[in-house]
């Protein structure tokens, strides 16, 4: 089991930045592969960025590499979306999630969720 806390959400406007974090609790950190999601309102639940135990694969959706970047520090238990160039459209509540059988994007193989943090990126 894990225990995962979002903070870092916030207004911004378009072209700025956003810093996440997740700490999680729960021992040890580093065989849970890592991975951020969001859900626009009214859409589902979409992956972002992934990263595994040693921080030696990630992935990025689409819409988001080359402006996002996701880190871990194991020693912390916290992993880190970094947002930049943040466009109206990356609007959603943002969850961090965890598992321990590999990087996905599928939604469903995610079974530990923190509580999600909003980001709202104005025009």
């Known amino acids: 089991q894990v225990r995962l806390v979002d903070t870092g959400g916030g207004l911004v406007q378009a072209g700025g930045s956003l810093r996440l974090s997740c700490a999680a609790s729960g021992r040890p950190f580093s065989t849970y592969d890592m991975g951020w999601f969001r859900q626009a309102a009214g859409q589902e639940r979409e992956f972002v960025a992934a990263?595994?135990?040693?921080?030696?694969?990630?992935d990025y959706a689409d819409s988001v590499k080359g402006r996002f970047t996701i880190s871990r520090d194991n020693a912390k238990n916290t992993v880190v979306l970094l947002m930049n160039g943040l466009k109206p459209e990356d609007t959603a509540v943002y969850y961090c999630?965890?598992?321990?059988?590999?990087?996905?994007?599928?939604?469903?193989?995610?079974?530990?969720w923190g509580q999600g943090t909003q980001v709202t990126v104005s025009s």
């Open positions: 999630a965890a598992q321990r059988y590999g990087v996905s994007r599928i939604r469903t193989a995610w079974p530990y």
């Open positions: 990263i595994s135990g040693s921080s030696s694969i990630t």
